[in-house]
């Protein structure tokens, strides 16, 4: 089987690549036929926005099997295993599972192929994840988009729930070069009749998705007026949380995750589960209590090592990468702190190498496995003007990086050190992979 399973992989893959952005739902509408339609299975949670996605997927999805439910989660991109991205009762589909179901819908992919147009790699992925939650059968599916809204292959599906968490620029390629174009996008999973979540977002794009919703007579509700988080204290491993959601209060809430925009990403999970909820009644604050507490978001502030402490994190835009400065300068406390950055091309590099710059004592710049992935000779240059070449250490390979950093944290107080590897979703799942062995 696992012979299979990586014929099954390589033949996603050779569909090319993720970022290749082509807007049209065509495709992937005629292979849902083709398949029965099976996003009209089981309702359907759908999450936008740009950054906080898959964080909140995770927890919508804790608070929904807290409930005794049965879910499946789809998200994206995934850390070290293509698997990781449709999961079923919080675990990803296993190999034998995987290929299974993509040997049941290979046939359908061809007949597609042919007459409408070659399908893509994501394309197929949401194809396999609709399938397999139909066939399961799932009560509820937590779907996030892969990138944008509108065009999105999750598109096919209508969300009872619509969550949009915070839009800023990212993909400015293919999604537009400003945040109301961006938030246009992303506002197309807003359908006729469901409920809303907005996250806080910048005014521009709350214009136009409060437009949206108003055109398609959807019902809405906003983090800072209808729900939102009433206070917030540091904890051991996480923080303590008061939330007021859509039917309730919930005080003495424990996340195990860092930082303001994870206690948002929170709050916006549990109005999208108080959303679908029948009834006024609240969730209840001992579910509402042991399903944050069984959260977890790995690769996001994630601390996969101690003495030094390393953590992980995934911020790979300005907007991302400042909620990681902010979380790490509240949470970690660090008298010496040393960053292992690896980052794609295409990103705004100048503006994330700035904003880690005030926190940062050594910056190791490397690359990752990514074809997209920037050289560490390019990222020595813009690091140095940010950093200055003598807080600047190139190393070529990523595992040497991190061997580089943690020596380098070593000099100083090993309780106060600490060793941040982030800039690119990449970069972290083969970090994870290097430092935790894990591969699911």
């Known amino acids: 089987m696992v012979v299979e399973y990586r014929a099954a992989e390589q033949a996603i893959m050779a569909r090319g690549v993720e970022w290749n952005f082509d807007p049209t739902l065509d495709r992937i509408a005629a292979l849902m036929e083709l398949l029965g339609d099976p996003q009209k299975a089981y309702p359907v949670i759908h999450v936008a926005g740009t950054n906080g996605k898959t964080s909140t997927a995770r927890m919508i999805e804790s608070l929904l099997r807290e409930r005794n439910l049965r879910v499946g989660r789809y998200t994206s991109p995934h850390l070290t295993s293509v698997r990781e991205r449709i999961a079923v009762d919080g675990e990803p589909l296993s190999e034998e599972r995987f290929t299974e179901v993509y040997q049941d819908i290979e046939p359908y992919l061809e007949l597609i192929d042919g007459k409408v147009g070659r399908l893509s790699f994501f394309e197929v992925l949401t194809a396999m994840a609709f399938a397999a939650f139909a066939d399961t059968p799932v009560d509820v599916a937590v779907i996030e988009t892969g990138m944008g809204g509108t065009w999105d292959a999750t598109n096919v599906a209508d969300g009872t729930i619509t969550v949009i968490t915070p839009i800023s620029l990212d993909h400015t390629d293919y999604l537009g070069p400003d945040v109301a174009t961006i938030a246009g996008e992303k506002a197309g999973i807003i359908k006729p009749g469901a409920t809303t979540v907005l996250a806080q977002q910048p005014l521009d794009a709350a214009e136009v998705l409060m437009r949206r919703v108003a055109e398609v007579g959807a019902v809405v509700a906003r983090e800072g007026l209808e729900f939102g988080v009433l206070n917030r204290d540091l904890a051991l491993g996480g923080q303590m ?127 990752n ?51 941040l590897i982030t800039g690119s979703v990449v970069t972290v799942g083969e970090a994870r992979l290097l430092l935790k062995g894990e591969a699911r």
Not at 335 to 352: C, E, F, I, Q, S
Not at 398 to 412: E, F, S, V, Y
Request: charged share 25%; proline share 4%; no cysteine.
């Open 369 to 419: 496995s990514s074809p997209r992935s920037m050289t560490a000779g390019d990222l020595t240059a813009r690091a140095e003007s940010v950093f200055g070449s003598d807080r600047v250490h190139e190393v070529e390979r990523l595992d040497d990086a991190i061997d580089t950093a943690i020596g380098l944290a070593d000099q100083g107080d090993e309780v106060g050190s600490g060793v």
């Open 241 to 367: 949380l008061g939330l007021k959601g859509l039917k309730g209060v919930y005080e003495e809430v424990f996340l195990p995750l860092y930082g303001a925009h994870q206690a948002a990403n929170a709050v916006s999970a549990l109005a999208a589960v108080e959303a679908l909820t029948a009834g006024d009644e609240p969730l209840g604050d001992e579910l509402v209590r042991q399903a944050f507490a069984q959260a977890s978001s790995p690769g996001r502030l994630e601390i996969v090592r101690r003495g030094p402490t390393v953590v992980l994190d995934a911020a790979h835009n300005p907007a991302g990468m400042e909620a990681t400065v902010d979380a790490v300068t509240e949470a970690f406390g660090f008298t010496r702190l040393v960053a292992v950055v690896a980052v794609m091309g295409d990103k705004d590099v100048d503006a994330l190498l700035e904003l880690l710059e005030p926190i940062v004592e050594e910056l190791v710049v490397t690359r």
